[in-house]
Structure formats: structure tokens, C-alpha cells
């Protein structure tokens, strides 16, 4: 009995220490938050947060491995969709892309930072390029609907168009994050006008 009450409260620690990392690396962003911060925000002493995960960098990973996987969990949905349009695809596309990286501003370094060795991440490019939105969108051009393009072009876009500014907003002077927030809800809008306008026939 006394085994089994030292591992749910080793779990609930542990649950204690991600939901706080959470909260903060949200609020502040991954290079603003210490370790000893995410201790004091669980309630806990900084010896029994560095037992469980050793580093903030662990914790990072962790948090974002997860919200990693609901994103492409949400994407997936998206592009295997067979009842919405391509254009509507891709202004759902951009909004969630958006929409994520709004609250994990620091994904982006995440997912480059494991770009080679995320299984995950290979598994994903796989299951987009044959989904049902590029039977879509090869069906438009065989038909002459759309331009005649590469879809893996088309997915460079729009991925490139969306996490682009969070890369470089820290770069981009004289910004408030209000500011870089009202760009960001106005490219929502304007990215696909230019998707839609790169797959016009000429």
C-alpha cells in the first residue's frame, strides 16, 4: 500500500511539474522561464523537480511533443476531409497553424531543433502528401482547374507562410506583441488570397 501511495503521489508531482512548465513556457516563452520558476509555480523545491526531469530543456520537450501531436492530430483531419474544398482546406490550414503557434510561440525552434530525427515529424509529412487534399489538389490540375505546380510546393507555402514570423518575431523591430498579434490574425486572411492566386491558371 505504502508503494502504491508513493507512486501516485511521485505521479501527481510529475503532473504538477509539466502543467506549470505549460503554463509558463505559454505565458513567457521558453528563454524568460527558469527552472527554479516552474518549481515555484508547482509548488515544489527545485531538488524534486531536477529528480524527475533533470533540465527545463526535458520539460520543453515533453510539452511540446504532446501539443505536437494534437496539432497533426488536427491537421490530419483537415487534409482527409472529403466534404470541404480546397480552398477551404487551406484557410483552415493556415488558421490552425496559426492559431497553434500564437500559443506555443516556440514551437517552430522545437520542430527544427528535431527536424532529423523525429519520427513523428517523417510520419507526418507522409500521411499529408497522401492524403486526400493532394488527390484533391492533383485531380484540379490534371483537370486544368489549377495551375499545374508540384503539391509538395504548395504545402512548402503554406507551412513557410505561417511559421515563418514566429521564427523571426524576435527580429522584427519595434513590434509590440499586440502588434505582432493583429499581423498575424491579418495573415490568416491574406495567406490564402496569395495560395489561391499561386494556383490560378494563367
Known amino acids: 500500500m505504502a508503494t502504491v501511495k508513493k507512486k501516485r503521489s511521485g505521479e501527481s508531482a510529475e503532473k504538477k511539474i509539466v502543467e506549470a512548465a505549460r503554463k509558463l513556457f505559454t505565458e513567457k516563452g521558453y528563454y524568460a522561464i527558469k527552472t527554479r520558476d516552474i518549481a515555484k509555480e508547482a509548488g515544489i523545491n527545485l531538488a524534486l523537480l531536477n529528480y524527475y ?3 527545463k530543456e526535458k520539460l520543453f520537450a515533453i510539452i ?3 501539443n505536437t501531436v494534437r496539432f497533426m ?3 490530419t483531419e483537415i487534409v482527409d476531409d472529403e466534404k470541404t474544398s480546397i480552398e477551404k482546406k487551406i484557410s483552415m490550414l493556415v488558421t490552425n497553424y496559426i492559431d497553434m503557434l500564437s ?3 516556440d514551437m517552430p525552434l522545437f520542430i527544427m531543433s528535431h527536424a532529423q530525427r523525429d519520427d513523428q515529424r517523417i510520419r507526418m509529412r507522409e500521411k499529408m502528401m497522401s492524403s486526400f487534399f493532394m488527390k484533391q489538389i492533383q485531380q484540379a490540375i490534371k483537370s486544368g482547374k489549377v495551375a499545374n505546380i508540384n503539391p509538395a510546393n504548395l504545402m512548402m507555402n503554406i507551412v513557410s ?3 515563418f514570423p514566429f521564427i523571426a518575431r524576435h527580429v522584427m523591430q519595434g513590434l509590440t506583441p499586440k502588434q505582432f498579434n493583429e499581423l498575424m490574425e491579418e495573415r490568416k ?3 490564402p488570397l496569395w495560395i489561391e492566386a499561386m494556383l490560378k491558371v494563367k
Do not use: D, V, W
Open 53 to 55: 526531469f533533470r533540465s
Open 64 to 66: 511540446m511533443k504532446e
Open 73 to 75: 492530430q488536427i491537421i
Open 103 to 105: 500559443l506555443n510561440p
Open 161 to 163: 507562410l505561417t511559421i
Open 189 to 191: 486572411r491574406m495567406i
